[in-house]
């Protein structure tokens, strides 16, 4: 069986400071991972996902994760965080590449940004 | 281009009524799942339809269902509310998954539920 925990169920930032969201997976077999990004009264966005190609991923809005099989992770970080980067994050994992039906999501963790 | 639009936004019901939430995909996209967001649980996967047909079904009981039409629009139901079933429905449509990972899933707003 799959699983996805996320570490921190809230993380505070300063505004220009780097950003570690972390994420731990649990798959029997190689695993999709996916990070998506929650703002307030809205659906999911994805950030990025990880199809067993390159293993440092680049998404949208300057977000990047990377797969570390030895490590079972999939932290995703920005380098400078800005004030509208504050929302939730999901990391998700799937056992088949375009599994949305059969996504396992983390807790989430919301990211706050203070100037 | 119209994104996932899913009404109504808001709906109270009462303890033992029927919901009906609706989930129109974007133009052209065949797959449409369903998640609920309750708090505390996190997201959990309730539906999957693929060309009219429910093809995966998450962990929930039977009172939750649903279906598709032929212009891809799909209708949630929930039977019988008990107040654990307040949460906020997500619904999402892909290009159908068959395709492959080259596929990405769009959400829309939700509906959150409130069941007293």
């Known amino acids: 069986a799959q699983s996805v925990t996320q570490l921190g169920s809230h993380v505070s930032v300063s505004e220009g400071a780097l950003v570690l969201l972390r994420c731990n997976y649990s798959?029997?077999?190689?695993?999709?991972l996916f990070w998506y990004v929650q703002y307030p009264n809205q659906g999911l966005q994805l950030l990025l996902k990880y199809t067993s190609a390159a293993t440092l991923v680049k998404g949208i809005n300057g977000f990047e994760a990377e797969f570390k099989k030895s490590e079972t992770s999939f932290h995703l970080t920005k380098p400078s965080a800005h004030m509208s980067d504050a929302a939730e994050y999901f990391c998700a994992v799937s056992e088949t590449p375009g599994g949305y039906n059969k996504l396992i999501f983390g807790a989430g963790t919301r990211l706050a940004v203070h100037p | 281009e119209a994104g996932v639009t899913q009404s109504p936004t808001h709906l109270i019901k009462t303890r033992g009524q029927q919901a009906t939430l609706r989930c129109s995909p974007i133009?052209?996209?065949?797959?449409v799942y369903w998640y609920q967001q309750a708090l505390g649980l996190g997201l959990q996967f309730l539906l999957w339809?693929?060309?009219?047909?429910?093809?995966n079904r998450g962990n929930f009981p039977p009172r939750f269902s649903g279906r598709q039409f032929p212009n891809y629009s799909s209708e949630l139901n929930v039977n019988a509310l008990e107040l654990e079933d307040s949460a906020l429905y997500l619904c999402?449509?892909?290009?159908?998954?068959?395709?492959?990972?080259?596929?990405?899933?769009?959400f829309g707003q939700g509906t959150r539920l409130t069941v007293v």
């Open positions: 133009s052209g996209h065949t797959s």
């Open positions: 339809y693929d060309e009219g047909e429910e093809r």
């Open positions: 798959s029997s077999v190689p695993p999709y």
């Open positions: 999402a449509s892909s290009l159908a998954e068959r395709l492959g990972f080259n596929t990405e899933a769009f």
